[in-house]
């Protein structure tokens, strides 16, 4: 399985700010998702990272408070925008070779907003 | 749509008794199926998975689970816990939509306790 690395593993910020996380992967994968787990909750998967175009959102979530970007098969970066108290959760960054096939995840960051 | 129920968000167990995580999903069409642990302050780790063929498959760290589809169940044992095994597990879904493979759906999560 891949080996992935979330930067920043933890964060505390400001509300109204914004935070942008890093996911690397040590090869090439062709999926790449990002999910939200808030605190005492299952995952909801925010969006999947396209290479080279935009990313496809779920219901409930927009680019405009969570822009990604993917600008080749081994990196994405979720921006989370004008943040709130709300936005506190830990979100991940995970990858597949195929969608609907298994998903191997990053460690996550941990987001809290003040 | 696809969807997973996961009974019990937490299970209590004493060190060395049988472990038996329930889930049940909806799927109109063949599953692929997985369950995940997560540890406290880690990210999700592959306990195991079904896709096709035997229906008991065997994960690691002495983790297995059955698909039975006529119960649209695939529940996760394990013989003897350990003190180790505390954590949250969850169960995940994935099927076929219209254009594909979907992304997966994940359960609302079992937080699993073993007591001394």
């Known amino acids: 399985s891949a080996v992935i690395s979330q930067k920043p593993s933890r964060d505390i910020c400001q509300r109204g700010t914004s935070l942008t996380i890093q996911c690397q992967v040590d090869?090439?994968?062709?999926?790449m998702f990002w999910y939200r787990q808030q605190p005492g909750q299952s995952l909801t998967l925010i969006a999947t990272?396209?290479?080279?175009?935009?990313?496809?959102?779920e219901s409930g979530f927009v680019i405009d408070k969570f822009p990604i970007s993917r600008p080749n098969l081994t990196f994405s970066t979720l921006t989370v925008s004008n943040m709130s108290p709300e936005d506190s959760s830990i979100y991940l960054c995970?990858?597949?070779?195929?969608?609907?096939?298994?998903?191997?995840f990053g460690p996550g960051t941990r987001l809290l907003v003040l | 749509a696809q969807s997973v129920t996961q009974l019990g968000s937490h299970v209590s167990v004493s060190e060395g008794a049988l472990v038996l995580l329930r889930c049940n999903y909806s799927?109109?069409?063949?599953?692929?199926l997985f369950w995940y642990v997560q540890y406290p302050n880690q990210g999700l780790q592959l306990l195991l998975k079904?896709?096709?063929?035997?229906?008991l498959v065997k994960g690691i760290n002495g983790f297995e689970a059955e698909f039975k589809k006529s119960e649209t169940s695939f529940h996760l044992t394990k013989p003897s816990a350990h003190m180790s095994d505390a954590a949250e597990y969850f169960c995940?879904?994935?099927?076929?939509?219209?254009?594909?493979?979907?992304?997966?759906?994940f359960g609302s999560g079992t937080r699993l306790q073993v007591q001394p």
């Open positions: 995970s990858v597949s070779g195929t969608m609907g096939g298994t998903q191997y």
């Open positions: 090869s090439q994968v062709t999926m």
């Open positions: 990272a396209n290479q080279g175009s935009e990313a496809t959102y």
């Open positions: 799927s109109s069409v063949p599953p692929y």
């Open positions: 079904y896709t096709t063929g035997a229906t």
């Open positions: 995940a879904v994935t099927s076929l939509g219209d254009t594909g493979r979907r992304a997966l759906t």
